[in-house]
């Protein structure tokens, strides 16, 4: 084969991997500017600034008020003992609604689907996931906590359902999963597991 055409395949080959490179070069890096469009959809369109004038409106403002009724996202709707566990950041010492046979049966299902994995179905702190990690040792792991101590009944219940709701430590809060209602079901039942490791019943 002339020397000519090995050259020629030498270029073109490398001419090939140019637009690889770029591509492994677009995916490890960062730009200040502002990616290549392919499709003008979304990505470029017209819109103001907060506190921008705008002519749309009759009153000349971009920034429009809340339609009447709306409700704040972070606002407590109802008792707030119930919704928050706590009032003036005292937790609340009782439970704020009779727990019926019905409620401890739903906390009992919840307990199982979003505690137990880590706190064991008795509360021991002993759930496949803190026994997995156990078995793994790579010293990174916070051991749940065991819910029948006696430092854990003695927090209210108002600090149970809290701990829930947003979390503790290294635990997430789980309050966008699990409504009010099911929390304080929850507490409820925790109660009841530390109730049935004293080996007494009580109502």
Same mark, same amino acid.
């Given at each position: *084969? ?7 395949? %030498?270029?073109?080959?490398? @001419? /090939?991997? %140019? ?6 070069? &677009? ?8 990616? @290549?469009? +392919?499709?003008?959809? *979304?990505?470029?369109?017209? =819109? ?13 403002? !971009? ?7 709306? +409700? ?14 706590? !009032? ?8 704020? =609604? ?5 409620? @401890? &049966? ?17 509360? /021991?702190?002993?759930? *496949?996931?803190? =026994? ?5 040792? #790579? ?24 701990? %829930?709701?947003?979390? %503790? ?22 109660? /009841?597991?530390?109730?049935?490791? #004293? ?5």
């Amino acid at each position: *084969m002339p020397r000519m055409f090995k050259s020629v395949g %030498i270029v073109l080959t490398l @001419l /090939a991997l %140019i637009p690889l490179a770029l591509l492994v070069k &677009a995916r490890v890096t960062h730009s200040p500017l502002p990616r @290549l469009m +392919v499709v003008f959809d *979304m990505d470029n369109q017209d =819109r103001y600034e907060a506190q921008q004038a705008s002519p749309f409106f009759d009153d000349g403002r !971009v920034m429009r008020a809340p339609p009447e009724g709306t +409700v704040d996202r972070d606002a407590v709707v109802g008792d707030p003992l119930y919704a928050d566990g706590h !009032v003036d950041s005292v937790w609340a010492e009782t439970f704020p =609604r009779p727990l019926d046979d019905a409620a @401890l &049966a739903r906390g009992r299902e919840r307990y199982d689907v979003f505690c137990a994995p880590c706190h064991g179905l008795t509360g /021991a702190g002993d759930g *496949m996931i803190a =026994r997995r990690a156990d078995f793994l040792m #790579e010293g990174t792991w916070t051991p749940p906590t065991d819910l029948r101590t006696e430092a854990v009944r003695a927090r209210p219940v108002g600090h149970l359902y809290n701990t %829930i709701a947003n979390g %503790i430590r290294n635990m997430p809060a789980y309050g966008p999963q699990i409504p009010v209602d099911d929390r304080w079901a929850v507490v409820g039942y925790v109660r /009841a597991l530390q109730i049935a490791a #004293e080996g007494r019943e009580e109502r």
